[in-house]
């Protein structure tokens, strides 16, 4: 099976403020990742698929990058709503994994 | 408009069994891959299985294989999750998902413990 990292695992930021999250697979995934942003309490939403496409109604101060086994999650700049746990997905094999989540906590 | 209702969760004895049913609406059922997601309290997503459309198979997570058994009834745009020999490890919120989790149900919650 796949296995799937995230770096940080937890930050604390500002509004205003660039984010970058990192989520790196056991082995090369090709473009085959997903991000997903989950508040508390509510349900996980995706965010992005195919590594960079972004999901229609996203705002575009959020994007990913990477191919193979690195992958990154950009907050251009951070917004009181986006202050949540994100998690990576690898859709390439089966069967599917999640990162573990990286959680953006307010400074 | 996309809808994903899940139902089933209960209490339940280690041991023990229980079915959890999906139903889906707004889109056309026989068409898309149905999935499995859960969480388990305070912890993050886990990805549990799959139902690919017709033909196409099934998948599951190592944690439940040999002892979950998703199907699908495309007649009544349905998904199903039969858990049987449940775990203590076993509890948490189940969600249905729609393809690889682009859409998501408000998810059901399974409680596994004596």
């Known amino acids: 099976d796949i296995q799937m990292t995230q770096s940080p695992s937890a930050m604390s930021a500002s509004v205003g403020d660039r984010v970058t999250i990192t989520c790196r697979a056991s082995q090369d995934i090709s473009n085959s990742l997903a991000w997903f942003q989950q508040k508390p309490g509510t349900v996980p939403k995706r965010l992005i698929y195919?590594?960079?496409s972004l999901q229609s109604g996203v705002p575009s101060r959020f994007s990913g990058s990477g191919s193979g086994t690195e992958f990154t999650l950009t907050i251009s700049s951070l917004q009181p709503e986006d202050f949540a746990t994100y998690y990576c997905?690898?859709?390439?094999?089966?069967?599917?994994?999640f990162g573990p989540g990286t959680k953006v906590d307010i400074k | 408009e996309v809808q994903l209702l899940e139902s089933g969760g209960d209490l339940v004895q280690p041991g023990g069994s229980l079915r959890l049913s999906c139903a889906a609406s707004g889109f056309t059922f026989g068409n898309y891959d149905m999935t499995w997601v859960r969480q388990a309290p305070g912890k993050g997503l886990e990805w549990v299985s799959i139902a690919k459309t017709s033909g196409g198979g099934t998948y599951y997570a190592d944690s439940v294989k040999g002892r979950f058994t998703i199907s699908r009834d495309n007649s009544k745009n349905t998904v199903y999750l039969q858990m049987n020999y449940l775990r203590a490890e076993d509890t948490a919120v189940y969600y249905c998902?729609?393809?690889?989790?682009?859409?998501w149900g408000q998810g059901t919650l399974v409680t596994v413990s004596s």
């Open positions: 195919a590594a960079s």
């Open positions: 997905l690898q859709h390439k094999n089966y069967p599917r994994t």
């Open positions: 998902t729609l393809g690889d989790s682009l859409n």
